[in-house]
């Protein structure tokens, strides 16, 4: 049997997560993993040890380890653009000269991140959409809050709404921003940009270039459209793998300098337990071979995160662009279709509001999915009471009521007898989560956490052949988009039409 009928086999068939801990005295063992301050716990997920064999056959087959070569060694993994993936040189794992090259622009970007400290500067404006925008946003929200730098706006939506609530926020004269954009040409990015250097004249800051820092792969774009000062990184470090870049200066601005390289570290700790822990020992192939088994094999079309700390409550729109934009395809890397499911949508929220509004689908509706909980063992607060105690009791108390249940005898006895009401309270149960515990929510836990999720990503994307490193997805929107503020409408469709005459377009 290949090993593609092996896991078309398993996924027919029927498997009990809860008797699964009963048949397998190891699951636990098995399936719970501790690095750089994360205590992983995957073993509420629906995967057998038979079904572990064969991923980690399919692993060998799609040569995930070869994959993982290529890209710590700075080889080509992103073949339609004909580009490495050097965010690992970023953490001082890639090749010697790109590290050597992510070193100096750290410091350059450090550098600056000082100066911005020093200089009377209060509020740092960060402009960038998408993975110029998601990653520092994440950081900056989870770890800002006892930060001693100027504050930090993060402004990515072209709705002058965004910018306009920002800008209220500062005051011109304390005002530096940072203008991010890998290509430096998104629309949403420059218009920001410019009516950022508006709101600067309009208060008498006629000479504004000095406020403005680029952060591109582009600089000579930069400097062409005026920024004061460029911080260049990498053409092969991606967007949404980018925050390990100079791209992570408001980290740097709030938190000063050691918060990034904490970040970095923690980051380059997860990359060596991806290098160097077997394959059925190593987190981020234990997930993305999970993540594989539910999407593509088991055909469940969501992936649910829900981070049971304020503190990561960016965290699932971080992932959204980490998976969906890398994972979401239909092509393998070759250019032929792929005969299965690939990425699953990513969703969540934070707990334990998402309790209250999104959790009945999760415990009795009619789509399952694998669910991952989030939860920091300390808290971030200084709040007395039981906060912390009744948010980690909530946390874990979902993963247990998913794979459990509540059978129909159980809810009858609850209902008094009343069979509509017992079906009403009946929970089937055997609803697959994954759980991480992380030990303490600091810059080097993060940093980890986050590669976990890169490298996760990256697993999956081998096992499914695909390229996780294009987005050629979003190009078609945005020519339209370009084409419809240009009014050349002969070929839209007639209800696009329509509707363009009707917003005024
Ligand atoms: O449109 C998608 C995308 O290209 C993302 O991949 C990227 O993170 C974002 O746009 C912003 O791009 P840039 O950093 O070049 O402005």
């Given at each position: 049997m290949t090993v593609q009928q092996r896991l078309r086999?398993?996924?027919?068939?029927?498997?009990?997560?809860?008797?699964?801990?009963?048949?397998?005295?190891?699951?636990?063992?098995?399936?719970?993993?501790?690095?750089?301050?994360?205590?992983?716990?995957?073993?509420?997920?629906?995967?057998?040890?038979?079904?572990?064999?064969?991923?980690?056959?399919?692993?060998?087959e799609s040569d995930v380890a070869g994959w993982r070569a290529k890209l710590f060694a700075g080889e080509i993994v992103n073949p339609s653009e004909g580009r490495s993936a050097t965010h690992v040189a970023e953490r001082g794992l890639g090749p010697g000269a790109a590290n050597a090259a992510a070193a100096t622009a750290h410091a350059?970007?450090?550098?600056?991140?000082?100066?911005?400290?020093?200089?009377?500067?209060?509020?740092?404006?960060?402009?960038?959409?998408?993975?110029?925008?998601?990653?520092?946003?994440?950081?900056?929200?989870?770890?800002?809050?006892?930060?001693?730098g100027p504050a930090i706006e993060i402004v990515a939506n072209v709705d002058g709404e965004a910018l306009s609530r920002a800008l209220s926020r500062c005051d011109p004269a304390h005002t530096s921003f940072a203008v991010v954009s890998k290509t430096f040409t998104t629309t949403?990015?420059?218009?920001?940009?410019?009516?950022?250097?508006?709101?600067?004249?309009?208060?008498?800051?006629?000479?504004?270039?000095?406020?403005?820092?680029?952060?591109?792969?582009?600089?000579?774009?930069?400097?062409?459209?005026?920024?004061?000062?460029?911080?260049?990184?990498?053409?092969?470090?991606?967007?949404?793998?980018?925050?390990?870049?100079?791209?992570?200066?408001?980290?740097?601005?709030?938190?000063?300098?050691?918060a990034f390289a904490d970040l970095l570290a923690g980051a380059a700790a997860m990359d060596r337990h991806f290098l160097d822990a077997p394959m059925a020992r190593n987190l981020p192939v234990l997930a993305g071979m999970a993540d594989v088994w539910a999407a593509r094999y088991c055909r469940q079309p969501v992936r649910g995160v829900f981070a049971y700390d304020e503190r990561l409550r960016l965290l699932p729109a971080y992932l959204q662009q980490l998976e969906m934009e890398s994972n979401g395809k239909s092509v393998t890397r070759d250019g032929a279709a792929t005969d299965r499911p690939t990425a699953a949508i990513t969703w969540g929220g934070t707990g334990t509001d998402a309790q209250h509004a999104v959790f009945q689908l999760l415990h009795q509706g009619s789509v399952i999915g694998p669910t991952e909980f989030l939860a920091v063992r300390t808290p971030g607060h200084d709040m007395t009471g039981s906060h912390h105690r009744q948010l980690l009791a909530n946390c874990l108390a979902q993963g247990a009521a998913l794979m459990c249940g509540r059978t129909l005898a159980e809810a009858l006895v609850l209902a008094g007898g009343d069979a509509a009401l017992a079906a009403a309270k009946t929970f089937t149960g055997n609803r697959p989560s994954a759980t991480l515990l992380l030990d303490r929510l600091d810059a080097r836990t993060l940093g980890a956490l986050i590669a976990f999720y890169e490298h996760r990503v990256f697993v999956a994307a081998a096992l499914m052949g695909i390229n996780p490193f294009d987005q050629w997805g979003v190009e078609l929107g945005k020519e339209l988009a370009i084409a419809a503020l240009s009014g050349a409408a002969p070929d839209f469709d007639p209800s696009t039409r329509d509707l363009m005459a009707r917003a005024g377009l």
């Amino acid at each position: 049997m290949t090993v593609q009928q092996r896991l078309r086999t398993l996924a027919a068939s029927s498997l009990n997560i809860a008797g699964a801990f009963a048949a397998d005295p190891d699951r636990l063992a098995r399936l719970s993993v501790d690095v750089a301050g994360i205590h992983a716990d995957l073993s509420k997920l629906a995967v057998t040890p038979e079904i572990l064999d064969a991923l980690l056959a399919l692993a060998q087959e799609s040569d995930v380890a070869g994959w993982r070569a290529k890209l710590f060694a700075g080889e080509i993994v992103n073949p339609s653009e004909g580009r490495s993936a050097t965010h690992v040189a970023e953490r001082g794992l890639g090749p010697g000269a790109a590290n050597a090259a992510a070193a100096t622009a750290h410091a350059d970007m450090l550098a600056c991140a000082n100066r911005l400290r020093a200089d009377g500067t209060r509020y740092l404006v960060h402009i960038g959409i998408g993975g110029s925008g998601l990653g520092p946003a994440l950081l900056v929200d989870a770890l800002g809050r006892d930060g001693d730098g100027p504050a930090i706006e993060i402004v990515a939506n072209v709705d002058g709404e965004a910018l306009s609530r920002a800008l209220s926020r500062c005051d011109p004269a304390h005002t530096s921003f940072a203008v991010v954009s890998k290509t430096f040409t998104t629309t949403e990015t420059l218009t920001n940009a410019t009516s950022a250097r508006a709101w600067l004249a309009a208060a008498g800051i006629a000479d504004s270039a000095s406020r403005f820092i680029g952060i591109t792969a582009a600089p000579e774009r930069a400097q062409a459209w005026g920024v004061g000062e460029v911080l260049a990184f990498a053409p092969s470090v991606g967007g949404r793998y980018s925050l390990w870049s100079a791209v992570g200066l408001p980290l740097a601005v709030r938190c000063g300098p050691a918060a990034f390289a904490d970040l970095l570290a923690g980051a380059a700790a997860m990359d060596r337990h991806f290098l160097d822990a077997p394959m059925a020992r190593n987190l981020p192939v234990l997930a993305g071979m999970a993540d594989v088994w539910a999407a593509r094999y088991c055909r469940q079309p969501v992936r649910g995160v829900f981070a049971y700390d304020e503190r990561l409550r960016l965290l699932p729109a971080y992932l959204q662009q980490l998976e969906m934009e890398s994972n979401g395809k239909s092509v393998t890397r070759d250019g032929a279709a792929t005969d299965r499911p690939t990425a699953a949508i990513t969703w969540g929220g934070t707990g334990t509001d998402a309790q209250h509004a999104v959790f009945q689908l999760l415990h009795q509706g009619s789509v399952i999915g694998p669910t991952e909980f989030l939860a920091v063992r300390t808290p971030g607060h200084d709040m007395t009471g039981s906060h912390h105690r009744q948010l980690l009791a909530n946390c874990l108390a979902q993963g247990a009521a998913l794979m459990c249940g509540r059978t129909l005898a159980e809810a009858l006895v609850l209902a008094g007898g009343d069979a509509a009401l017992a079906a009403a309270k009946t929970f089937t149960g055997n609803r697959p989560s994954a759980t991480l515990l992380l030990d303490r929510l600091d810059a080097r836990t993060l940093g980890a956490l986050i590669a976990f999720y890169e490298h996760r990503v990256f697993v999956a994307a081998a096992l499914m052949g695909i390229n996780p490193f294009d987005q050629w997805g979003v190009e078609l929107g945005k020519e339209l988009a370009i084409a419809a503020l240009s009014g050349a409408a002969p070929d839209f469709d007639p209800s696009t039409r329509d509707l363009m005459a009707r917003a005024g377009l």
